[in-house]
């Protein structure tokens, strides 16, 4: 069964860094997302990406946080200058049909910032 | 009012039981409808979509109901396996973003 691949599975950085968080989503897929979950918290939407550009972001998704889709095969979420609220498990997802069809999600990167 | 609104449970059944779970979003506009399970420290995986129809998936059976602004699911002869939270979500008009519910944890004992 086709996987959305995500890298690295946990990454510690320190406050104020960047950090990079890539994905590879399954190939045929046209739609790709990006999602946090905050331990303890709800899956919350950061951003939906589409013919290489952003389709929808949330409020949490500010001049902190970019995404970028350098080939054919990755997608990228880059967060500058890390916070310690940035802490969260960062799920990237993907679909070839976005309203009838639910998402297929990677296993997650962890991202401790300390 | 929150967007997409669950109970949160815990739902403790013992195996065999039937268990239902309910969901009310707010955005009367919403396209599509979803129901996800995830376990512990894992991603949301698919259970199944929900169509106004309403549709069944061997145990898992779930309905719609767009006047109320309503989402269910129901769990026939509960497994220790299907112990998880479950999230309902709702994609809002154009399906470009996609809502989660907070999730109504299950734990299903022997």
């Known amino acids: 069964e086709p996987e959305v691949t995500q890298t690295p599975s946990h990454q510690v950085t320190q406050m104020g860094q960047e950090v990079i968080l890539r994905c590879v989503p399954i190939s045929n897929h046209l739609y790709f997302y990006w999602y946090r979950q905050i331990l303890g918290q709800k899956v919350e939407f950061l951003v939906s990406?589409?013919?290489?550009?952003?389709?929808?972001k949330s409020e949490i998704f500010d001049d902190q946080f970019s995404v970028e889709r350098p080939d054919g095969s990755n997608f990228t979420l880059k967060i500058r200058s890390t916070k310690l609220e940035d802490s969260a498990m960062y799920f990237c997802?993907?679909?070839?049909?976005?309203?009838?069809?639910?998402?297929?999600f990677g296993s997650g990167t962890r991202l401790t910032v300390v | 009012r929150k967007e997409v609104e669950q109970d949160p449970g815990p739902f403790n059944v013992p195996e065999g039981a039937t268990v239902a779970f309910n969901c009310t979003y707010s955005n009367s506009a919403s396209q599509s409808f979803f129901w996800y399970r995830q376990d512990c420290r894992k991603e949301p995986k698919l259970l199944m979509s929900v169509y106004s129809s309403g549709n069944e998936d061997g145990r898992f059976t779930a309905q719609l109901n767009r006047a109320s602004q309503y989402i269910s699911l129901l769990i026939r002869d509960s497994k220790l396996s299907d112990s998880a939270t479950y999230l309902c979500v709702v994609n809002n008009a154009g399906g470009f973003k996609t809502i989660f519910g907070a999730g109504t944890r299950l734990f299903v004992k022997a």
């Open positions: 997802a993907s679909n070839w049909d976005r309203e009838n069809y639910g998402y297929t």
């Open positions: 990406f589409y013919n290489n550009e952003i389709s929808e």
